[in-house]
C-alpha cells in the first residue's frame, strides 16, 4: 500500500501564494506519475495539475494553467504544487495520488492510490 501524506495548507488572502507538497512512504515513489486534484464543498472533484516519474512532462487543469506549478524532487520522494496569486474560488480540499502510469493523466481514476488532502482557504 503506497502512503501519500499532502501538507502546506492554510488559510490565505486573495493575490497570496502557497506550496502544497506530497510526500510518499515508498521508495518505489520515483515510479510513480502523481496528479494533484482539488473538491470545493458541494462540487465534483477537479483536476489541478499532473507530473510524469522523471519530471519531464507536466499538464495542468483549467484552475491553475499560468498560476500554478506543479514540480518534484525524487530524492525526497516528494512532489509540489506551487500555487500562486490565489482566489478565493481557489478554496477547496487538495489531494494528491499517484499511479504506475507513465503519462501524467487528468481523469482521477486513472490513480490508484490517494491521500488524505489538505484544506486551503483562500479568503477575500
Known amino acids: 500500500q503506497v502512503r501519500l501524506e499532502e501538507s502546506g495548507g492554510g488559510l490565505v488572502q486573495a493575490g497570496d501564494s502557497l506550496r502544497l507538497s506530497c510526500t510518499a512512504s515508498?521508495?518505489?515513489?520515483?515510479?510513480?506519475?502523481i496528479g494533484w486534484f482539488r473538491q470545493a464543498p458541494g462540487s465534483e472533484r477537479e483536476f489541478v495539475a499532473a507530473i510524469n516519474w522523471a519530471g519531464t512532462s507536466t499538464t495542468y487543469g483549467d484552475p491553475g494553467k499560468g498560476r500554478f506549478t506543479i514540480s518534484r524532487d525524487n530524492a525526497k520522494k516528494t512532489v509540489y504544487l506551487q500555487m500562486n496569486s490565489l482566489k478565493p474560488e481557489d478554496t477547496a480540499v487538495y489531494s494528491c495520488?499517484?499511479?504506475?502510469?507513465?503519462?501524467?493523466?487528468?481523469?482521477?481514476?486513472?490513480?490508484?492510490?490517494w491521500g488524505q488532502g489538505t484544506q486551503v482557504t483562500v479568503s477575500s
Open positions: 515508498e521508495r518505489t515513489f520515483i515510479s510513480f506519475t
Open positions: 495520488a499517484a499511479d504506475y502510469d507513465l503519462v501524467p493523466r487528468s481523469v482521477a481514476g486513472s490513480y490508484e492510490f
